[in-house]
Structure formats: structure tokens, C-alpha cells
């Protein structure tokens, strides 16, 4: 993970795939589980979505532990709207490049705000694939992304130790021909 890049254009992209795939989640899709186990799909949209009002707290100067990542109760229709707001505010909150170098408190600890930019773009990518899965969609995840993601991954997360406090289950096997984001999946203890 080259921790002197701006996260920013990718988290962007990574947004960008979710809002298309969140297009996608028709009321009558919303109660199918997911390959992240402790979520169906309308709370993991829940997930996503306060994920990026979290980030979006934290570019603004607050810490992750301040707010949880998930939204309250919203109308089956609603996600589409919901998103679009966490995507300007986070996109607001980040905008001033000295952030990326100042102290941020992320879930996982005080870091630089490029690194907490960093973590989220796996989370973005990550949940992506898991709504893809979902959904069964026929949306093609973008490689350089997967690439990006599976890096932090790799970077920030021991393949050993996984459970417990770590939120992440052993890493499994992909398939030979997986492209970058099943590998991310498995790297993280997603089923593929």
C-alpha cells in the first residue's frame, strides 16, 4: 500500500460502483441475505451508508467511535437518496488536502486521515462485492479498485489472528482465475 497516495479519487470510484449497485436494490430485494453474514441486504445498505457518514464525521474532525455505522429505519425506496447525501458530505468533509496528513480517529485507531481514506476504500470495495453477491448482479466490479482494496488489505490486516476483536474471518481459498475483488472477498473471510 503506497501510503503516500491521495485515497480520495478511488474512495470516489469505490462510491461510484456502490451508487450503481444500490440503484439496483429493489424493495423486494432487500431481505436477501448476504455473503457478510450478519447483515441482509437492507442492513448492510444500512451499513454502507452510515459507513459513509462515519468517514464523513471523521474528515469533519470527529472520531469513528462518536457514531455508529448504520443508518435508522428508511423507507424501501429511500437508499438511492440516502446514499447520495452520505456521498456529499464525505466528499465535503474530505475536500481540504491537508486532512489527508492531520491525526484522524478511525475505528481502528488514530491515524493519518489518507490511511482512515485508505480503510474505507476496502470497506467500499468489500461491500460492493457483497451486494453484487446479493443482488446477483451483473454489474463488473472494477479491477483497479479490487487491486487497491485487496493492497490495504494485505497492508492492514494480518492473514493470522482473524475473529474476535478483529472483525474478520479466516482467509479462504479463490479460485485461480478470481479477479481482484473475489480475491479481496476471500482474503477477508468472505465464502466465494
Known amino acids: 500500500m503506497d501510503t503516500t497516495q491521495d485515497p480520495r479519487p478511488l ?9 450503481k449497485l444500490i440503484a439496483e436494490a429493489a424493495p423486494a430485494t432487500l431481505d436477501r441475505p448476504t455473503p457478510c453474514e450478519e447483515y441482509d441486504l437492507r442492513q448492510l445498505l444500512g451499513h454502507v451508508v452510515g459507513g459513509v457518514h462515519r468517514l464523513a464525521y471523521i474528515g469533519e474532525g470527529g472520531r469513528a467511535e462518536d ?34 496528513d492531520r491525526p484522524s480517529f478511525a475505528p481502528w485507531g488514530e491515524v493519518p486521515g489518507r490511511a482512515a481514506v485508505g480503510g474505507y476504500v476496502m470497506e467500499a470495495v468489500t461491500h460492493s462485492w457483497d451486494i453484487a453477491r446479493a443482488l446477483g448482479s451483473d454489474l463488473v466490479l472494477d479491477e483497479e479498485l479490487g487491486r487497491a482494496a485487496l493492497a490495504v488489505a494485505e497492508f492492514v490486516l494480518p492473514a493470522e489472528n482473524r475473529g474476535g476483536p478483529v472483525p474478520f474471518g479466516a482467509v479462504r481459498p479463490a479460485p485461480a482465475d478470481a479477479d481482484a475483488t473475489t480475491r479481496l472477498a476471500a482474503y477477508l473471510g468472505r465464502e466465494v
Open 11 to 19: 474512495y470516489l470510484l469505490a462510491l461510484g460502483q456502490l451508487e
Open 67 to 100: 457514531v455508529v455505522a448504520a443508518t435508522g429505519d428508511l423507507a424501501d425506496d429511500a437508499w438511492p437518496a440516502a446514499f447520495e447525501r452520505a456521498r456529499a458530505r464525505v466528499t465535503a468533509g474530505w475536500a481540504d488536502d491537508a486532512k489527508l
